[in-house]
């Protein structure tokens, strides 16, 4: 079964707007991944969040992550065209060596011009 | 060149044949991984290798072989293929690290129709 569920499923927004995704989960982790997947191409590493941070950056990301909800959410600021894709949730689970990762449905994003 | 090559990149076939896909990488990463995606459902790991003699099955494993032919190259067999095998499957590397940290590189997919 899978580990993440990702909501919603698609969002749709206009240029400039922000863009929030959420993803939860079931079992402990080690980290928590986003990816980005443009169409029928394949994932590229957006950024990763220990599960000892509670939040982190990286240019028009940002990510937080709630250990005691199992739950992490995605924040693109200002968001583009070029940023229609869709994005993914991935966990590693303890103990953090199994390299392992197991992915969510997804949340297809369209940004409109 | 891509870090990760996966051939074919597209293939269409028939019921009861013998399909092979294979993955090679540049990265020098241990790891190597195969996912499978279908409309709705994300990805799902088929089989993933920590190295030459390691292979693990994944979620969805009965139907498919893997090997691991070196570090380099990790090859998904599909020994009879089926209509619901039809899917884009997607070949992955991760390098690791001692905490836990491991980020995969994808190839591009390999698209596969089994008529």
């Known amino acids: 079964s899978q580990q993440g569920e990702e909501d919603p499923q698609a969002l749709s927004i206009q240029e400039g707007e922000n863009a929030t995704m959420n993803c939860s989960y079931k079992t402990s982790i080690n980290n928590l991944q986003w990816y980005r997947q443009n169409s029928g191409r394949g994932l590229v590493h957006l950024i990763l969040i220990r599960s000892n941070e509670r939040e982190k950056h990286s240019g028009r990301l940002r990510v937080t992550l709630d250990t005691s909800k199992k739950s992490s959410s995605l924040l693109i600021t200002a968001s583009r065209a070029a940023d229609t894709a869709s994005y993914f949730c991935?966990?590693?689970?303890?103990?953090?060596?199994?390299?392992?990762?197991?992915f969510g449905q997804g949340t297809t994003l369209q940004v409109k011009p | 060149d891509a870090d990760v090559t996966q051939t074919p990149r597209n293939r269409i076939t028939k019921t009861g044949k013998r399909i092979m896909l294979e993955c090679s990488q540049t990265?020098?990463?241990?790891?190597m991984y195969w996912y499978r995606q279908d409309p709705g459902l994300g990805l799902r790991l088929i089989y993933y290798s920590f190295d030459v003699k390691d292979i693990n099955k994944g979620e969805i494993s009965d139907g498919y072989s893997v090997s691991r032919q070196a570090q380099a190259k990790f090859s998904l067999s599909l020994e009879s293929a089926i209509p619901n095998q039809t899917a884009l499957y997607f070949c992955a590397t991760g390098a690791g690290t001692l905490s836990g940290a491991n980020v995969l590189t994808f190839g591009a997919g390999s698209r596969l129709t089994v008529l």
């Open positions: 990265k020098g990463h241990d790891r």
């Open positions: 991935a966990t590693e689970a303890p103990p953090g060596n199994t390299g392992k990762l197991i």
